[in-house]
């Protein structure tokens, strides 16, 4: 089984910044694609952004600019630092990673426990 700890959401004014952070453990034998998505009241469940890897990146139209991923594939660990923060970016931010428990596993995508980001002055 593998476990995904998301931290460091919270409250921050409009314009300002937060750095989540994602740690995977468990019976991680590879990791692929690592990635947040985010779900705000009301609505359905969006991409925010992704990573494979070799590095390459995806973000959704209205993070491009403001949001950056990033990971550490030796701690299996992903980043998303936000920036210029808006009150639209308030959401219930998830993690996921696409890992492979043993070489011949099929792929499996795990979630985080989701962290509340409130942008509000």
């Known amino acids: 089984q593998v476990q995904l700890v998301e931290s460091g959401g919270g409250l921050v004014q409009p314009g300002g910044s937060l750095r989540l952070s994602c740690a995977a453990s468990?019976?991680?034998?590879?990791?692929?694609?690592m990635g947040w998505y985010r779900q705000a009241p009301g609505l359905n469940r969006e991409l925010v952004a992704s990573i494979t890897t070799g590095g390459t990146t995806y973000y959704a139209d209205s993070m491009k600019g403001r949001f950056t991923i990033a990971r550490d594939g030796s701690s299996n660990t992903q980043y998303l630092q936000m920036d210029s923060l808006r009150p639209e970016d308030t959401a219930v931010y998830y993690c996921?990673?696409?890992?492979?428990?043993?070489?011949?596993?099929?792929?499996?995508?795990?979630w985080g426990q989701g962290t509340q980001v409130t942008v509000s002055s």
């Open positions: 996921t990673a696409d890992v492979r428990e043993s070489y011949f596993a099929k792929l499996t995508r795990y």
């Open positions: 468990g019976s991680i034998f590879s990791i692929t694609t």
